[in-house]
């Protein structure tokens, strides 16, 4: 009976584990929540960040680098000005859906 219940799980494999768990660890961290809670709203320069969010250029920027190599966050070019924007609608909605789970506590 209990290899009945069991049939149907597979385990994860190890990319789609350490994908997640550095999602998760991304997720983690304040400053980095702030950022990507900035960019759910629509899309900012690093020194637009820094200004709104009260940061250090060089702690956003480090910030951005982070959450690029996930890619939780895309870039675009206007002139010398790199402008960023949220790059995954899955993790923006679980985001969203968290902020709201924690406002109604």
Known sequence: M???????YQELDGDTLYIVSQTFKALSDPTRLRILYLLFQKEYSVNQIAETLQLKQSNVSHQ???????RLVKFRREGTTIYYSHDDEHVMKMLDQTIHHALHQ
């Open 2 to 8: 209990e290899n009945e219940k069991n049939k149907d």
């Open 64 to 70: 951005l680098r982070y959450l690029k190599s996930l």
